[in-house]
């Protein structure tokens, strides 16, 4: 019988967490829901923005690659951003004929606003008090084992 009473409290734990990380990333996500909203871009041009801005990809080709699309319709996506403003072309040192991506600070503008969500979380940290603290970071740990474990399966 301990066996059912442990899987019942195991679930019950699980849908807790769950439920939790949602409200507390909702939360973190109302701060600046409005200036995401009123961005003027599609999901594939944040997309583009946040891959180019976070040093993912600088070249067309790379962006194709991470969004698992073709050349073509990134070319029309990043001709779209650099009329926006949020991006620009550069000649590469290396070989004129390759012409780098750069975010603008319109661009720098908006991964801050993405990235913001992660500050603000930092800053909750500190409101915690140290058992809690504790016991968070040993979750959280204990978390990234078990995706990098899974991760590892998976290849």
């Known amino acids: 019988m301990a066996e059912k009473s442990s899987t019942v409290d195991r679930d019950t ?5 769950c439920g939790d990380r949602r409200a507390v990333a909702e939360l973190l ?3 600046h829901l409005d200036e995401l909203v009123e961005l003027d871009l599609t999901i594939h041009q944040l997309k583009v923005v946040l891959l180019v801005t976070s040093g993912v990809a600088s070249t067309g080709r790379e962006l194709a690659d991470a969004l698992h699309v073709t050349a073509p319709t990134v070319s029309a996506t990043v001709d779209r951003l650099v009329e926006l403003d ?9 070989d004129r004929r390759v012409r780098r991506l750069e975010p603008t600070v319109v ?14 979380a930092y800053d909750l940290l500190g409101d915690l008090d140290d058992d809690d603290l504790r016991a968070l970071a040993q979750g959280v740990r204990a978390l990234r084992r078990a995706w990098q474990r899974r991760a590892a399966d998976e290849r």
């Open 13 to 17: 734990a699980i849908t807790q967490v």
């Open 29 to 31: 996500a109302i701060r």
């Open 86 to 94: 949020y991006l620009t072309r550069v000649e590469s040192p290396d």
């Open 107 to 120: 661009a720098e503008r908006v991964y801050g606003l993405v990235g913001g969500l992660r500050d603000h």
